[in-house]
């Protein structure tokens, strides 16, 4: 086993799994996972940038991950960040930041990379299930872009389409610097028809209408499901595999659309950092669902960041695999 430290930079969310993990077997023991809403994308969208606040919220988020990790020991760190860092003018601001407080340079991935460290820690728990037809279709539905990755035992078609919760929310819900609670018919109409487009984009690459189970990750999907649910606190061993039906999510999406800040924030399974943007994802969700012809959606708190893990793991490996060859060849 290997003790190693996974670290999912996105729009939204800063998040970090410490875990021993088995190379050969893909075994994952689980030792800390938490997350932080930093919203690292505030405002990129508009200007190209990353604000000076948003990228202090993420410092501080990797020196509190920095003590963890530490402590737990782990022999490799993997950092990967997403959609708001590719796309920011000042990116090397965050990179610098990041080597400085954890020692590993933020790897600056593309969408197809994101999308396989997603197929793969959201499936590799799947293998040898019998009640699940493949192929998976899985979709990571992120704070600036959402993943599709299309496959079985291994990826066939991935896309990654700029299109997610807080870059739906702040292009049409934002006006002047207030979030509109709730949105109008005409904003829900034009968040609509960019996630129609986006769609348009992903079936250029993903038959997404080939799939036969749709697998859901991320914060808007698990926290429709735990509102699904009716759970009196965020539970992740009781969203982890749950299975949310298409005619649930279509009604939790109507109440998430029509309710005030108050109204999601009351609600117990309510991340603080997620009540303004839940609208949005829960709308992407539902688009989703309805363009693949999904009847329902089996959730995973498995995702990116155990993706990262598992490569991490092979990484760590690699060198030791090296030196016993080495050491082989020495004294054969």
Do not use: W
Request: hydrophobic fraction near 40%; glycine fraction near 10%.
């Amino acid at each position: 086993m290997k003790r190693v430290a996974a670290i999912d930079c996105g729009t939204n969310s800063i998040r970090l799994l410490v875990a021993d993990v088995d190379p050969g077997t893909g075994e994952l023991r689980e030792l800390d996972r938490r997350m932080e809403i930093v919203r690292l994308g505030q405002g990129v969208d508009r200007t190209g940038r990353l604000a000076p606040e948003a990228l202090e919220r993420t410092f501080a988020a990797c020196r509190e991950y920095a003590a963890v990790i530490k402590g737990l020991g782990a022999e490799k760190i993997r950092f990967v960040a997403t959609s708001a860092s590719r796309d920011a003018e000042n990116r090397a601001e965050f990179v610098d930041g990041v080597l400085e407080i954890l020692g590993v340079e933020p790897e600056v991935i593309t969408g197809d990379q994101e999308a396989e460290f997603s197929f793969t820690g959201a499936t590799k728990e799947l293998a040898g299930r019998t009640d699940l037809k493949l192929p998976y279709l899985v979709v990571d539905i992120g704070g600036g872009s959402t993943e599709f990755v299309l496959g079985g035992r291994s990826v066939r078609a991935a896309r990654s389409v700029d299109v997610g919760c807080v870059r739906m929310t702040e292009r049409h819900l934002l006006r002047d610097g207030e979030i509109s609670d709730p949105p109008t018919p005409g904003q829900i109409t034009a968040i609509k028809a960019d996630i129609g487009a986006a769609l348009d984009q992903a079936e250029e690459t993903v038959p997404l209408s080939e799939a036969a189970t749709l697998v859901g990750l991320a914060g808007s999907v698990t926290t429709v499901a735990a509102i699904a649910l009716g759970l009196g606190h965020y539970d992740s061993a009781a969203i982890h595999h749950s299975r949310i039906s298409l005619a649930k999510v279509r009604e939790i999406t109507g109440d998430l659309l029509t309710s005030t800040h108050a109204e999601r924030a009351a609600n117990p399974v309510m991340h603080p950092g997620r009540v303004d943007v839940i609208a949005a994802g829960a709308l992407v969700l539902l688009s989703i669902m309805e363009r693949v012809g999904a009847e329902e959606v089996v959730v995973s708190e498995h995702d990116i960041l155990d993706g990262i893990a598992h490569k991490a793991a092979e990484e760590s490996a690699a060198p030791s695999t090296t030196a016993a060859r080495a050491d082989r060849k020495e004294q054969g």
